[in-house]
């Protein structure tokens, strides 16, 4: 799975807010087509991290590297363009426009890649991949509701079909079993586990159970720093990551 | 967009174009001059309501885009001669410049302060009018009579004074900003402009710029309120500082909501109700601006998708 180059990585990046260090100077590395689960206990920094990752927000430091090219100072809608795309952590869909009118958003913006789309789309060729991203999720028949009026699961399967409907190379899920229920967080497992390989997959996730099953290799992090990295086993049996966890002493 | 298709969309559209067409043949000489007007305002709103309504960005000086327009060409008109043609065109090119240089600065903010923003700059062209009153004639204005010349066309020398000239140029004018606006509103730009307006922030992590989008609506939106200012000082053979007032960054605001904004045909439909409304109103009392004043705040109170936003949610939900 794991290829020699990765295909993100970020060198002594840090993020200060005023005088507090939501993330230290921080090297981490993304392989082609891994899930890897990010966890750690509440304001450790995996949302400020990811977020400095896609764009979101501005390091204070450090840099940023995706395949071989330095990304820290493009706008987030640039890397979007590069395939770094971002789920948010609350539910935010387009509420009052329709499912469809929802993922064609995302689909077009390959398409105008070529100026000339701008004037006018192939409205087939919009509908085609709008179509694809619908059954990537298993999504059907919802196309004219609006999205706001959906149930909570398909909202969020509707976030994810965007999200693939921009064909990401990296796709970081910020929290995404929140809010699901239990046959619903088996079914984004599978889902997820289906994307990885041509998709890496950086999951932000507070659901233990979920990211041990998922990740190829997990990140726990704790008060901004990275404290421990490795196999899910590994990181289950890590002294370091069970006292974070448990508050077991030292 | 999903829905219908194309077909009735457009043969709405042109069936309003159609009536408009027809209604010059019907219509007493004195109604046919309020249409006239009514056309050119809506042209004005068609503009204001890209932003607003497809946009989501609310100003408070699109004055200062209808009096570039009208500036420009009118004082081009005055003081060079210049023909209909070339006072249009120039007119036209000095509303998107103001609109692209405003945008820039004013699009740092939003919301309130953006509303804030744009009214302040409105303001600041409204006093220049007055301060250069040497020029532009101030609160008195300029009359163009005798000074425009004719629009040659295929031969022919149509003075934009005659009524039917007026009418039909009035027309063309709006049908260009209407059918504008719907093909905006179904392009791939427009579904943008749409997203930006749901939720900014989501847009952009869908990839897409969005303060260049809303340069893009905003330079449009002023390009088209410019029109509609060009359009006025030819026809009317008039300019004056009161339409760089912010009376007139108001209006066309209150015409959109009014008809509904982000609809296509909300502009129109506003922009005709208010004016006749107006119209009966200040046969009746001086104070006709209370009209305006009571009509805002009902509109918010009680009708806050407007005359077409509400027909559309109603009845017709594929109208764009």
New interface residues.
Partial sequence: MAALTPILETIALRRAFGGLVAVQPVDFRLNHGEIRGIIGPNGAGKTTLVSMI?G?IRPSSGRIVFRQRDITRL????R??LGI??T?QLV???????A??NV???A??R??ASPG?????NRQM??RHVRAAFADVGLHGI??RPAGALPYGHQRLLEIA?ALA?RPRVLALDEPTQGLAPQEVDALGALIRSMAGSVAVLLIEHNMRFVLDLSHSVTVMDRGSIIAQGTPQEVERNPVVQRVYLGLPC | MNGPGDRPILAVHLAILLLLLVLQFVLPPFQQGMLVRIMVFATYAIGYNVLLGYTGLMSLGHAMFFAAGMYATGLAVYYLGAGPGAGFALGLLASVILATIIGAITLRTSGVSFLIATMMFAQVIYVTTLYFSRITGGDQGLVLTGRLRPLHLAGHHLSLAAPAVRYNAALIVFALAFLLSLWLARSPVGRVLVAVRENEDRTRMLGYNTTAYKLFALAASGGIAGMAGCTYTLLFSYLGSSFASILYSIYPLLWTLLGGAGTTIGPLAGTALMTYAIDIASGLTDSYLIVVGVALVLIIMKFPAGVAGSVRAKWLGWLP
């Fill in positions: 896609c979101r706008r987030a809608d640039e979007v363009s795309v971002y948010f935010s869909v387009f509420k009052s426009l329709t469809y009118e064609a958003v995302a077009q913006r398409l105008l789309n701008y004037l006018r789309l919009v509908t196309d004219a965007m921009l």
